[in-house]
């Protein structure tokens, strides 16, 4: 009654990901695609990757998936995506199953199951940087005929992972670090006053609407403000404000936007084999995001998100029966 299919430790590790993140093999599974919209409230609430996950599996919705990492329900309970990212170096395998299940799961229509890699009687480890820049990428395409000369983008991916024996064939341990360092800008476009409106020239919008004489309750003639009756606190704030760059009064300023990304993730895993019948499973992982968006100028908002979790595990053989 369940459809599932396994995604190996050599397909997460070799296969081109954009940004290392395992999620994108889960459409390697049929009936599978991550090209649905995101949640609508995830991007000002959580920010970063876990916003743009819109897994469907089953024609299901985004919301209908659930996640485990070594067992543990591993799933934010308010948009049904990831808490805890490991890093595809930890990943030993992961699965996504699809129908009817039994009851360990419990709810949702798509299960993404995840387990860390443990340590083994050899020593193992990597260390890695994975890096994109402008000076390696073509340069995005502008709509508009005013644009920066260039969009700075940097992207540093790096870390390492190792595993191991503490005692052989009794005590094992892994231990992994992954940090990403995005900086890139995107071009926006802003609605904002004209120059001529900065100085309190309006007659570009007639003749739809008028400026009135607060004092006379007469129109200013031609729209034109006269210099004396504009406020001088009203003028010192313009120099944190913006005039047109573009013809027109609709999307007439351009800027190139600010958008950097940090990304930090811990795993460390240990197993223990107390007896053939017997063996211990603990792991502890940590991680947290910083996401900052620019706004018109200088303005903005930055959500800072922060994860740690816990899991361990006995699997044991009572008896032979």
Known sequence: TTIGTVIENKVVTELPLNGRQYLNLVAQAPNVNVLSPAAGQA????????????ISAGGQRIFFNYYTLDGVSNIDPNFNNYIALPSIDA????????????????????????VTKSGSNAFHGSVFEFLRDEALDAKPYAFTSVHPDKSPFKWNDYGFEADGPVFKDKLFFMGN??????????LSTFTVPTEKMFNGDFSEILPNTLIYDPL?????????????????????????????TLPGLLNNYVQDNSQPFDRNGYVVRADFNESSSSQWMGRYNWGDDTQSSQGLGQAG?????????????????LSST
């Open 43 to 54: 991007g000002a609430r959580l920010g970063g990757e876990r916003a743009q996950q819109s």
């Open 91 to 114: 990943i030993q395998e992961f699965k996504v199953q699809t129908g009817v299940y039994p009851a360990e799961f419990g709810h949702q229509s798509t299960q993404v199951n995840v």
């Open 177 to 186: 670090f992954e940090g990403l360092r995005r900086r890139q800008t995107t």
């Open 216 to 244: 006379t309750g007469q129109p200013f003639p031609g729209n034109v403000i006269p210099a004396n009756r504009i406020d001088p606190l009203s003028k010192d704030f313009l120099k944190y404000y913006h005039s047109a």
């Open 301 to 317: 908002s930055k959500i800072l998100t922060h994860y740690k979790q816990w899991g361990g595990s006995n699997t044991r053989t």
